[in-house]
């Protein structure tokens, strides 16, 4: 198991950008696929993006495609999760995960979640 800790979240409008972090501690950071979640108020919790261990493989979820961009920091073993003209309905608590593959990620690693509220 790997411990996640997520930042960034906050309060923004509509349309604004906002660049949430999640580091990883307690495991080799390299072994693991790394990925982001959200879940919105009375929704189950769905996939935005992962990134592979290299971090050259980036996935997407098609809502939220040309808008948000998943990168590592290898150096300072960071994850992030870079949101762009963010929407009301977007609104969420954002949870960054780590598991052997994308397919896995659900059953793997979770950090506690950081709010994105967007406001319209």
């Known amino acids: 198991q790997v411990q996640l800790l997520e930042s960034g979240g906050g309060l923004v409008q509509a349309g604004a950008s906002v660049r949430l972090s999640c580091a990883p501690s307690?495991?080799?950071?390299?072994?693991?696929?790394m990925g982001w979640f959200r879940q919105a108020p009375g929704k189950e919790r769905e996939f935005v993006a992962a990134i592979n261990r290299s971090g050259s493989i980036p996935w997407y979820a098609d809502s939220v495609k040309g808008r948000f961009t998943i990168s590592i920091d290898n150096a300072k073993k960071t994850v992030y999760l870079e949101m762009t003209n963010l929407e009301p309905e977007e609104t969420a608590v954002y949870y960054c995960a780590a598991a052997s593959s994308v397919a896995t990620m659900k059953s793997g690693s979770w950090g506690q979640g950081t709010q994105v509220t967007v406001s319209s």
């Open positions: 307690g495991s080799t950071f390299s072994s693991y696929t």
